[in-house]
């Protein structure tokens, strides 16, 4: 069965959570390297997840992106 989109976010957002870097969340998410990045984009432009440089890239979830992720665990309770 495809995952939905809605569903790969929130997995996003989750690993995102405590802070990661792409190789993290391409392997906890079950992605691809060449998936992740329009996904990535989508939430950095949405204000979902920030980027910071401590040495290397680690995405983070805003306050914002928790929020979203409470909601959609919520929906993906009463459907699943």
């Known amino acids: 069965m495809k995952r939905s989109k809605d569903l790969i976010i929130s ?3 989750l690993v995102c959570a405590k802070g ?9 998410a079950n992605l691809n390297f060449r998936t992740v990045d329009p996904y990535l984009k989508l939430l950095m432009e949405s204000g979902l997840i920030n980027a ?15 929020e979203l992720l409470g ?4 929906i993906q309770r009463e459907i699943y």
């Open 11 to 13: 997995q996003i957002l």
């Open 20 to 28: 990661a870097n792409k190789t993290k969340i391409v392997y906890q």
């Open 52 to 66: 910071k440089r401590e040495p290397n890239l680690i995405y983070q979830t805003t306050e914002k992106g928790e």
């Open 71 to 74: 909601s959609l665990k919520a």
